[in-house]
């Protein structure tokens, strides 16, 4: 009897990196918020946010 993997299939994307931050818990709440309000995951404002950062600090520098 064969096993099936688990995990995530192939997307043909990228692999991303995973990164861990400690933050206050006033900043946490106020990113959930944001989160909420826009409808999205706490992940995605905060890769958004450090886009934005990039961009803003090394406007030359490509990140797509």
Do not use: H, N
């Not at 096993?3 to 900043?27: C, F, N, Y």
């Not at 946490?28 to 934005?52: F, G, H, P």
Request: proline share 6%; glycine share 4%; aromatic share 6%.
């Amino acid at each position: 009897m064969a096993v099936a993997k688990r995990g995530r299939k192939p997307s043909g994307k990228p692999r991303v990196a995973r990164a861990s931050a400690s933050l206050q818990p006033e900043i946490y709440q106020t990113l959930q918020a944001i989160a909420k309000q826009k409808k999205v995951s706490v992940a995605w404002v905060i890769r958004d946010a450090a886009e934005k950062y990039i961009a803003a600090q090394w406007p030359l520098l490509e990140t797509k």
